[in-house]
């Protein structure tokens, strides 16, 4: 009977060591307890390290066991950074009015045959078509590739590399101008900014692919025949989408209308590239979504990485990640009305 209990004392105490361990781990993963070295990779397991603290908050449950109450207090502490990942079911009635602004990286049109999809083309210009989005930013856009969205009478085409055939597209159903490449040194991603003219109103809109993380499949975080090299590899990019931000956040610092900011940032809402360009800004998601939001599988774990930020100058009355699987990224979309 002794041996018994000691047992189950050893196998509390060991469970309990680990909760906490994962419990601190993601809390820094999200800020909450400051920053050090190994932020950024941690910021990329968020979604993995909170499914493991929901499991262990449930196995406590089950038992009526005392650690239940490690889960809520980090919760509660925690609970501005858990709507980052998590919103609840927004209960408001969408405005059927207002300007329908719509982000989506189309991977290309599947040009490389990725999807079994084999007119993946012609569905993403019907599924544009059934949106009812009046302006679309794609990212990742073939030229060669895409269909004409002949609803759509303004479009432009900015390549990421000069003569290039992949880049940033603008479509929209009313007048773009004054548009512009955006373009970042040593790198084959980029973007573009254009004016729209909305009711009489010049909005900027900008169009924006941060620099990409380029594993694959056999990329791991864990594996001991790739871990060092791929943590090296997701240090140089954080450093570079950082940098790349800071150059958009320079460049935007010159605009004086109302912006709206449509991302593909290939990283999460923990990571200091999304900091840098929320802290003045309004992320839709935020305002209008709801459920985990996620737009791409990163590694197996579901991720989001693509967003639509306004100015305050704007307000988000509706917000949609549009689960449609034409691409590796899932489109989402906002719609927005002068403040």
């Not at 980090?74 to 207002?98: C, R, T, V």
């Amino acid at each position: 009977m002794k041996a018994r209990n000691k047992k189950n004392s050893f196998l509390f105490k060991l469970l309990l060591t680990i909760n906490f361990v994962f419990l601190v781990l993601q809390l820094f993963s999200m800020g909450v307890l400051g920053e050090f070295i190994v932020i950024p990779l941690l910021s990329l397991a968020v979604p993995l390290l909170c499914l493991i603290n929901i499991f262990f908050f449930i196995y406590w449950l089950l038992r009526f066991k005392w650690p239940v109450f490690l889960f809520l207090g980090g919760l509660l502490i925690s609970f501005e950074e858990w709507q980052l990942f998590y919103q609840l079911e927004n209960k408001g009635i969408p405005a059927s009015d207002g300007l329908k602004v719509m982000s989506y990286n189309v991977r290309s049109f599947n040009r490389f045959k990725w999807l079994e999809e084999t007119k993946v083309s012609s569905s993403i210009e019907h599924f544009i078509s059934e949106s009812k989005a009046e302006v679309i930013c794609f990212q990742e856009y073939a030229k060669n590739e895409a269909p004409k969205f002949e609803d759509y009478p303004y479009q432009i085409f900015k390549p990421y590399v000069e003569n290039g055939k992949i880049g940033s597209c603008i479509i929209s159903k009313y007048p773009l101008i004054k548009s512009e490449a955006i373009s970042f040194e040593g790198s084959l991603n980029g973007g573009m900014q254009s004016d729209l003219i909305w009711k009489k109103d010049t909005l900027r809109i900008y169009n924006l692919h941060f620099e990409s993380f380029r594993l694959d499949s056999k990329d791991s975080l864990i594996s001991s025949n790739y871990s060092e090299k791929i943590r090296a590899k997701l240090k140089t990019v954080f450093k570079i989408q950082n940098q790349q931000v800071n150059q958009f956040n320079a460049l935007s610092k010159l605009n004086s209308y109302p912006e709206i900011i449509c991302t593909d940032l290939n990283n999460n809402a923990f990571s200091r590239a999304y900091k840098e360009i929320q802290k003045t800004r309004v992320d839709g998601f935020l305002e209008r979504g709801a459920g985990f939001g996620a737009t791409y599988d990163f590694l197996n774990m579901p991720m989001r990485i693509d967003f639509i930020f306004t100015s305050p100058k704007l307000r988000v009355v509706d917000f949609e990640t549009h689960g449609v699987k034409l691409s590796d990224h899932k489109p989402i979309s906002v719609r927005l009305e002068k403040s």
